[in-house]
């Protein structure tokens, strides 16, 4: 199933996080994103997943590398805040922008802070 997910980071450079509200991953922290459905593109899914899950805007930029979890084809991609005011929504239970010392302490998706640590 192919998926997308964003690595957008703030002024400060802290990393947009969502807490998984429903399976799979429920409860630990990711990247923003989700399934891309029929007919869209990686940059429409992309766009929606992040307005659902976290109320914010962005622009898509180059894709960051893709992982695969299951049958789950993963693609992030870098991205930017251009808009929307940050608040978690639709499956996401909580959204945060995180810190290094966050990503250490947070309970996160398997495999999420060794992709982080290649980018």
Known sequence: MRCVGAIIRDTEGRLLLIQRGHPPSEGLWS???GRVEEGETDDEALRREIRE???LEIQV???AGMLV???YEIF???AHVVGGDLRPGDDAAAAVW???DD???LPLTKGLLDF???L
Request: charged content about 20%; overall charge negative; hydrophobic content about 40%.
């Open 69 to 71: 979890i299951g049958f």
């Open 31 to 33: 990247l923003p994103g």
């Open 103 to 105: 990503l250490v302490r």
């Open 116 to 118: 982080l640590d290649e």
């Open 98 to 100: 995180a810190t290094p």
């Open 76 to 78: 992030d991609y870098y």
């Open 53 to 55: 899950e976290t109320g």
């Open 61 to 63: 930029g180059a894709l």
